[in-house]
């Protein structure tokens, strides 16, 4: 606007000076043309389809200023010759001109394009995905590999964790030596906890194992935010690679701001059959008698599983092998019946085979053989006989009677079996050991007499917290339930016929039966009053009669069902020891340990460490370190004293294999507001990919050509129209 306004004829009086301005105007009028093309549209370009790394050179956008001097005072040099007849030289002239301003035009717009071209070259264009904008600078790159146990099932490239290994390495391929990299795995390990370098990492990525640990994203996400937090100059970028875990997505715990680029591995086929559980149907096991191990196979599978090998090991020892058909998706139980060796500990291994997940397929158990059973019987005056007779010449069981006047506190230490006999008051020292007594898991049995203090005996029952006797009666009742169900009766019955003779009584002991959720009645009177009942106290457990031992108020004493009853009170007496224990499990109970202050270590294999503990009583609580453990026998010792041995095991909750869908997957990540970004899981595709989602595709060579181009277009026009 500013030129036209100069240049109006009526502002300018000189005629000298309307010539040049002529000429001027000739000359830049198509500057002014074609300036819509050369200026509008890189502007149009840059600002709709590409984005510039460093827009600050566009500054240098003043250099087009340079060719169009060049064309002002450079191009308009002529020279007078003079000639005695210029008629034939007008059509000439003015074929020239006309020729010389096209050619002028072209190399004003071939240096106008070099300079704009080589200007954006300078600036960095590229184009992104996803509309994002490319961050100049290092970036912090934080790699989650999972590792678990499901990463053993095999993918198109074989096993999923060798794939994801490799694309883990794709990942760290694709960023600059001047980025930084963080390695997340199950395991939690101190040295994820840092930035390393990109050969660091490349080095570390192949050294990745198997983990028992199984891990949540939002645990996951913590840790990356604390290294993000620590350096706040670096970008940072989240990766995950996993084969999509339902159990691995915690939504509810994830920011909806978190974005996460994502690279999905999935199986060919999901199968898996796993060995979930093992028991024993009894708690005590002596040396050399037959045992039952009962297990839980599951088959995971839509197709059926028949002749599934299954072995049982005892002490490296192969016993009687057997085969069992596994229905699809569903579950058997079964027993193998088997004879103790003459050692102490038995060290067990129960195993199928199955391929290619293998981490469930062992059970290691270990359980320690008792040569007997301590029982200590306390009377007040007079010990029933059927008791003395019951124990006293049996192999199994160290009986010992006492009558209470004459006792010494020692024997409860190296008793698992208390019987409380008739006895009419609890002394205070006499309670405080019988708490003692409980607290070791141990068993204690009360039975009542007619003449007993009421009160004292209810003290120690209310510091039990269990039911208390009330009154004493003389009806005559009888015993018309018996809790097949209980533990205490399990195997002692095929089955019991409707009209069985069972005990009766002409007086008892009431008793409160405030039916406390500790309480289980093992036997009940035909007027639905209890008439004896375990209780859970302590760590250990009371069984409470109502029923007096003397042969003058009952029968119960020379009943068939006495025998069983108090027998299985003996061998159930202690808390028995898991035979098994499982990695993912926070703390773990083992005992009793001596009360010196030695903490206790855990040997197996080449593996010896002393684990975070804290005493209870004379148990220990151990705190299991799934990164530094492996499935198999351990000893724990204190000392050079072995403590006990233990069956440690690999977690079976990655045995169902639940995986999402990836396109499942993005759905629900859209409703949880969590943004993840699938890439492709081909490793050489993948590099790519992120180096275009992280750099975008870079456009600054192709501008580079395009100056050139322009450079050479000038030179051709320059040389070849004369």
């Given amino acids: 606007m500013l030129f036209l306004v100069w240049y109006d004829p009526k502002l300018c009086q000189n005629n000298a000076k309307r010539k040049i301005q002529d000429e001027l105007a000739k000359l830049i009028s198509p500057f002014f043309l074609y300036s819509p093309i050369v200026v509008g549209l890189p502007y149009f370009v840059i600002s709709t389809a590409m984005k510039l790394l460093y827009p600050e050179f566009l500054y240098a956008l003043a250099a087009l200023a340079i060719p169009v001097l060049i064309h002002l005072f450079n191009f308009r040099k002529y020279k007078r010759i003079q000639f005695s007849q210029v008629r034939f030289l007008k059509n000439v002239k003015k ?13 004003l717009l071939s240096r106008i394009l070099f300079i704009i071209c080589l200007v954006l070259a300078f600036c960095q264009p590229y184009f992104v995905q996803d509309d994002q904008a490319v961050k100049e600078g290092k970036k912090g790159v934080s790699i989650y590999l999972d590792n678990s146990f499901s990463m053993q099932a095999k993918g198109e490239e074989g096993v999923l964790l060798e794939q994801a290994k490799n694309q883990a390495i794709a990942i760290v391929e694709a960023f600059g030596r001047s980025d930084r990299f963080q390695l997340i795995t199950n395991d939690f390990r101190a040295s994820e906890r840092r930035w390393l370098s990109k050969e660091e990492a490349i080095n570390l990525i192949p050294a990745i194992e198997f983990s028992s640990s199984n891990r ?80 839980s196979i599951r088959n995971h599978q839509e197709e059926g599983k028949d002749e599934l090998n299954v072995q049982l090991s005892l002490n490296s020892q192969l016993k009687t092998p057997m085969q069992v058909n596994l ?73 010992q009677a006492n009558s209470i006047k004459q006792l010494s506190f020692n024997d409860f230490t190296t008793s698992s079996f208390i019987i409380l006999d008739g006895v009419s008051q609890i002394s205070s020292g006499l309670q405080n050991e019988l708490i003692n007594f409980l607290k070791e898991g141990k068993s204690l049995s009360i039975f009542p007499s007619r003449s007993m203090e009421k009160e004292s005996l209810n003290r120690f029952l209310a ?4 039911d208390q006797y009330t009154n004493f009666l003389t009806d005559e009742l009888r015993i018309s339930e018996l809790n097949q169900n209980a533990q205490l009766f399990e195997q002692v019955f095929t089955q019991i016929p409707e009209n069985i003779n069972l005990p009766k009584v002409n007086s008892f002991w009431k008793m409160s039966n405030r039916n ?106 151990i705190e299991l370190d799934q990164a530094e453990l492996k499935s198999g026998h351990y000893d724990l010792l204190q000392g050079d004293e072995l403590i006990a041995t233990l069956g440690l095991n690999y977690s079976r909750k990655e045995s169902a294999m639940d995986l999402y869908e990836l396109e499942k997957l993005m759905e629900k990540s859209k409703e949880e507001k969590v943004k993840l970004v699938p890439f492709s899981s081909t490793n050489e595709a993948l590099t790519q990919e992120i180096q275009k989602a992280s750099e975008g595709t870079a456009l600054w060579k192709l501008f580079i050509l395009l100056a050139l181009l322009f450079l050479g277009t000038e030179i051709a026009l320059l040389r070849l129209l004369k």
């Fill in 327 to 399: 229905p699809a998706k569903d579950s058997i139980q079964s027993k193998i019946v088997f004879k103790n060796s003459k050692q102490s500990w038995q060290l067990g291994k129960l195993s199928i085979q199955d391929y290619p997940i293998n981490f469930d397929d062992t059970l290691f158990f270990a359980y320690r053989q008792k040569q007997s059973i301590k029982v200590l019987h306390l009377y007040e005056s007079k010990a029933s006989k059927a008791i003395r007779n019951l124990f006293e010449q049996d192999s199994l069981i160290n009986y």
């Fill in 463 to 466: 510091v039990l917290n269990i």
């Fill in 95 to 107: 074929e020239t001109n006309s020729r010389s301003k096209i050619k002028h035009w072209l190399v």
């Fill in 216 to 295: 949540q994203l939002s645990e996951i996400v913590n840790r990356q935010n604390a290294l993000f937090e620590a350096d706040k100059a670096l970008f940072p970028e989240r990766y995950l690679i996993s084969d999509l875990q339902f159990n691995f997505f915690d939504w509810k715990k994830l920011n909806d701001s978190l974005s996460f680029k994502l690279i999905a591995l999935q199986a060919e086929v999901l199968q898996n059959i796993s060995l979930d559980s093992m028991w024993f149907s009894k708690p005590f096991r002596s040396l050399g008698s037959k045992e039952a191990v009962s297990f």
């Fill in 516 to 621: 406390t959720t500790s309480a289980e009645v093992l036997m009940r009177y035909n007027n639905g009053l209890a008439a004896l009942t375990k209780y859970k106290s302590m760590d250990g457990k009371v069984y409470l009669s109502s029923i007096l031992l003397n042969d003058n108020s009952s029968n119960f004493t020379q009943h068939a069902v006495f025998v069983p009853t108090l027998y299985n009170m003996a061998l159930q007496s202690e808390k028995a020891n898991r035979p098994l224990f499982y990695l993912d499990e926070e703390l773990i109970t083992v005992g009793p340990i001596s009360e010196a202050e030695s903490p206790v270590s855990l040997k197996g294999g080449t593996i010896e460490l002393i684990p975070p503990q804290r005493r209870k009583g004379k148990l220990v609580q």
